[in-house]
C-alpha cells in the first residue's frame, strides 16, 4: 500500500503561482512513477505531469508544459507540482497517484483544490 496526502491547494489570482505538494508513505517508492491529476467541475479527470521516481524522468500534458514543474524531494518521500502563470481554466481539484507503471495508478490521494481567480 501506497498513501498518498496532498496539499497546497488554495486561492490564488490569475499569474499567480502555487506549489502543491504530495507527502508518500507505505512502499519503496524507487519503482513508481508518480503522477498530478486535476478534475475541473463537471469535466473528466484529466493528466497533468508525472515523474519516474528513480530516474526523475518527466512528462508534462500540453496545457500546462512550460508553466508547471514536477519533481521529488528523496528525503522527504514527496512530489511536489509547481505551478506558474496560473490561469482560471487551472482551477480544479489536484490528485496525486502512483503506480508501477504509466496508465494504471493504483494509489490516489484525497486531492486539494486550487482556485484561480481571474
Known amino acids: 500500500q501506497v498513501q498518498l496526502v496532498e496539499s497546497g491547494g488554495e486561492l490564488v489570482q490569475a499569474g499567480g503561482s502555487l506549489r502543491l505538494s504530495c507527502a508518500a508513505s507505505?512502499?519503496?517508492?524507487?519503482?513508481?512513477?508518480m503522477g498530478w491529476f486535476r478534475q475541473a467541475p463537471g469535466k473528466e479527470r484529466e493528466f497533468v505531469a508525472r515523474?519516474?521516481?528513480?530516474?526523475?524522468?518527466?512528462y508534462y500534458a500540453d496545457s500546462v508544459k512550460g508553466r508547471f514543474t514536477i519533481s521529488r524531494d528523496n528525503a522527504k518521500s514527496t512530489v511536489y507540482l509547481q505551478m506558474n502563470s496560473l490561469k482560471p481554466e487551472d482551477t480544479a481539484v489536484y490528485s496525486c497517484?502512483?503506480?508501477?507503471?504509466?496508465?494504471?495508478?493504483?494509489?490516489w490521494g484525497q486531492g486539494t483544490q486550487v482556485t484561480v481567480s481571474s
Open positions: 497517484a502512483a503506480g508501477i507503471q504509466v496508465g494504471s495508478f493504483a494509489y
Open positions: 507505505g512502499r519503496t517508492l524507487s519503482r513508481y512513477v
Open positions: 515523474i519516474w521516481w528513480s530516474s526523475g524522468t518527466t
